[in-house]
């Protein structure tokens, strides 16, 4: 069942706003920005994977840009804000890593 192309992720530079909702989406990180209390993770000009400073000191190891260059797979919640979409990742189980 898990084979069939309805439940492969969605490349990144396919998504768009239109596209919101609960969803299982891939990517190579591209690059990052740390903002004030966000962390940032671009896997196309338009989608980026959006980790909270707190969650990253709970969660993750390592540096931010430990994680560019990385295929990932991301599930969660796609949402838009200002011509750009988001899933936020509040928990490490939320991603896959394909190196």
């Keep these: ?17 239109q596209g919101t909702g609960f969803r299982f989406i891939e990517g190579t990180i591209l690059r990052f ?10 896997l196309s000009p338009r989608v980026a994977l959006v980790v909270t400073h707190e969650d ?10 430990d994680w560019v260059g990385r295929h990932v797979v991301a599930r969660g919640w796609l949402t838009e ?16 890593w394909h190196d």
């Design 33 to 42: 920005q740390i903002h004030r209390k966000l962390i940032y993770f671009d």
């Design 56 to 65: 990253w000191k709970n969660y993750h190891r390592g540096k931010p840009r």
């Design 81 to 96: 804000s200002k011509g750009r979409l988001h899933l936020r990742v509040s928990h490490p189980a939320m991603l896959t």
């Design 1 to 17: 069942m898990w084979s069939e192309p309805a439940y492969a992720p969605t490349p990144a530079e396919r998504l768009t706003a």
